[in-house]
């Protein structure tokens, strides 16, 4: 049932988030925007409130299978390290099996989550990009009423994607989402378990909804706030088969992106991740643990 509980609570957590993560993309990938409300009405006065959702259909339809991936690699990693050091599946795990566990889990996700988000960010940037092209052809040069965009939906543009630059291009910034997701799950998983062993009430193993929510939440922002640079530079690799390429790799995106922008790049969106991930996570994990006790109560 983990499996099913993280998919559920992964779709209710999309369905916040996902306006406040297409300006933390913006911002991470475009350096016009000098910060959020900035990218908030440029976005809003150039394309209204559909340039807030572009590319959300993919994430959609694969977010129950990432998210049932997650929690459910979480929960049988943990059942096994415990199986393994303590006898039984049901001992308590220390710290460091969750911290283990959750660093696998989010291993796992990234060879389901590199093709859905290339593109992700390359929808959500794709009109940025059209500007570019156009501001570069010269001033005397007239741009067309209504230029047309290159990928017409996440499925054109993955084949799209496919075609022009083969598989790779379907995992291009792996290598960063891997670095992003392996530490941010494990802060992500430790730091629920610790939240709702505090937050729980004397004589109970587990804290009320609104323990949930608090521990959901901030366990959110904390793996977001480890995730960021990472994050970043992922965005930039991703979003850099569009036009001319920029960068090498990841070395080179790093070096190249702090050369040119100070150290501070790397937490371009770090305040909009964490106030996305409040929110988002408050959901999933109240989603997620409503789904287990429902099912518990009745399977027994």
């Not at 150039?46 to 459910?72: A, I």
């Not at 199986?83 to 389901?112: E, H, M, N, Q």
């Not at 499925?155 to 670095?179: I, N, P, Q, W």
């Not at 949930?212 to 939440?217: K, Y």
Request: charged share 15%.
């Amino acid at each position: 049932m983990d499996f099913v509980a993280g998919a559920i609570g992964g779709v209710c957590g999309v369905a916040v988030g996902y306006p406040l993560d297409t300006v933390k993309v913006r911002i991470q990938t475009e350096p016009q925007y000098r910060g959020i409300w900035h990218c908030i009405r440029d976005t809003y006065h150039r394309e209204r409130v559909w340039g807030f959702y572009r590319g959300l259909s993919l994430p959609v339809c694969t977010v129950s299978l990432v998210s049932s991936v997650s929690f459910g690699t979480y929960c049988h990693c943990l059942a096994h390290i415990c199986r393994l050091r303590y006898g039984s599946p049901d001992a308590k795990p220390t710290k460091a099996d969750i911290t283990l566990s959750g660093c696998a889990s989010g291993l796992v996700r990234v060879f389901l989550t590199s093709p859905t988000e290339v593109a992700k960010v390359r929808l959500q940037t794709q009109t940025q990009t059209q500007q570019r092209r156009l501001s570069a052809s010269g001033p005397s040069a007239v741009p067309p009423a209504c230029p047309e965009p290159k990928y017409r939906g996440p499925l054109h543009c993955l084949a799209t994607v496919a075609r022009e630059e083969g598989l790779r291009g379907l995992y291009k910034g792996s290598s960063a989402l891997l670095l992003r997701d392996g530490h941010s799950f494990a802060t992500y998983f430790l730091s629920y378990a610790v939240l709702c062993e505090c937050l729980s009430p004397a004589g109970h193993s587990h804290p009320d909804v609104l323990g949930v929510l608090v521990a959901g939440g901030c366990a959110g922002v904390l793996a977001w706030a480890v995730a960021t640079p990472m994050d970043v530079i992922k965005s930039r690799l991703q979003a850099d088969g569009q036009g001319q390429r920029r960068y090498r790799g990841l070395l080179h995106c790093v070096v190249t992106s702090v050369r040119e922008e100070g150290p501070r790049v790397l937490f371009k969106g770090l305040l909009i991740n964490c106030a996305r991930a409040f929110p988002v996570n408050m959901v999933v994990f109240v989603a997620y643990e409503a789904v287990l006790r429902l099912t518990r109560g009745l399977l027994t």
